[in-house]
């Protein structure tokens, strides 16, 4: 089964978004499989956001995420990487659309509420970084 990482930023961990944005993917009919409240240490940050650092913008990006708490979560089910990352729209919010977690909830690029991996390889890469195996449940025996 598909797996992503997603997690609600230090802006929407502080405005109470955490309930909203974890019943949209529920609603949706995806599986959460791990979620945490932590705090990230500078050097998590800087290793997740590792393909950024020559960005002008690094340092802020690096300063922002380690600011407060954010809410880190693995969800499962079919095409989830691609269709979270549509249910969270633009990376700008002024670009996302009205619906999305980013049209509804963000206002500037850098405060733009949810993070999401934007694909497979990221995906694994993100919840290797987060998430040890023993943290993530297992759905499949259910009876
Ligand atoms: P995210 O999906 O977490 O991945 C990288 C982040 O960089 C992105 O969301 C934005 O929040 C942030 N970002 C992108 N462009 C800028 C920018 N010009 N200034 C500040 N932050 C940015």
Known sequence: MEKTFLMVKPDGVQRNLIGEIVARFEKKGFQLVGAKLMSIPVELAEKHYGEHKERPFFGELVDFITSGPV???VWQGENV?????QMMGSTNPKDAAPGTIRGDFGLTVGKNVIHGSDSPASAEREIGLFFKESELVDYSKLI
């Open 71 to 73: 809410f880190a979560m």
């Open 81 to 85: 990487i691609a269709t979270a990352r």
